[in-house]
């Protein structure tokens, strides 16, 4: 049963720490998202790549967020430096590109808490 | 810009019996997909349904089932049935091909026993 999994599952950390997530999409697939999910805002599109390269990340904040994919299994998501407003649940999903709609699988989620 | 609209924050429903989440969008695109995405408390996104716009036939899954109004720009979900494990956030979502995924806020359904 392919799953898209997603490590740290929890985190917690200090203001001004760097934060890196990590995700390893299903094998076969190449489009990959990262999302985050809070209470206000709900679900967010923070970055998207097809075949390692990325499309569209305007959804994250520039300055401390950065997306990456070093190699077709694994997505990494940093926050450097970290801060309190950046806490939520933050999710990898992957895809075959447009195949079945562009229907995307969900990892677990990391959920960040920043102090 | 497509927005996917779920007036329903919050659903009841008895187990046993059937409920219908609401969802509309706007968009001036002719060939698009819906879907239906369920987090349980264990907070993992599960896909439920999909529907593709060209096809005028609605989508079923087991208890699982869709009433796509494309003129209406609607996409109900109907769960019949219901189970207490159906008990979680439902979002609605659409994609236009080449396209990111939007999502609905959410609607939080409860099941009673």
């Known amino acids: 049963d392919a799953r898209v999994t997603q490590t740290p599952r929890d985190k917690v950390t200090e203001m001004g720490q760097e934060v890196t997530m990590r995700c390893q999409p299903i094998?076969?697939?190449?489009?990959v998202f990262w999302y985050r999910q809070t209470m206000m805002q709900g679900l967010e599109l923070l970055a998207y790549?097809?075949?390692?390269?990325?499309?569209?990340d305007s959804g994250m904040p520039k300055d401390r967020f950065s997306a990456e994919m070093p190699d077709a299994t694994l997505a990494t998501l940093k926050i450097q430096p970290s801060e309190p407003r950046d806490s939520a649940v933050y999710f990898c999903?992957?895809?075959?590109?447009?195949?079945?709609?562009?229907?995307?699988?969900f990892g677990p989620g990391t959920r960040l808490t920043v102090l | 810009a497509q927005t996917v609209t779920q007036s329903q924050p919050e659903m009841s429903v008895q187990e046993a019996e059937t409920v219908t989440l609401s969802c509309t969008y706007d968009?001036?695109?002719?060939?698009?997909?819906l879907f239906w995405y369920k987090q349980p408390p264990s907070r993992q996104m599960i896909l439920v349904i999909r529907?593709?716009?060209?096809?005028?036939q609605n989508a079923t899954e087991n208890r699982f089932s869709v009433n796509f109004q494309k003129a209406a720009k609607s996409f109900s979900l109907k769960i019949s049935d219901s189970q207490l494990g159906d008990a979680a956030m439902y979002f609605c979502?659409?994609?236009?091909?080449?396209?990111?995924?939007?999502f609905g806020a959410g609607t939080r359904l409860t099941v009673k026993p």
């Open positions: 529907q593709e716009a060209y096809k005028q």
């Open positions: 979502a659409y994609r236009s091909p080449y396209n990111d995924m939007r």
């Open positions: 968009t001036s695109e002719s060939d698009y997909y």
């Open positions: 790549f097809r075949n390692r390269a990325p499309l569209d």
């Open positions: 094998l076969g697939h190449n489009t």
């Open positions: 999903a992957s895809g075959q590109g447009d195949l079945r709609g562009g229907e995307q699988f």
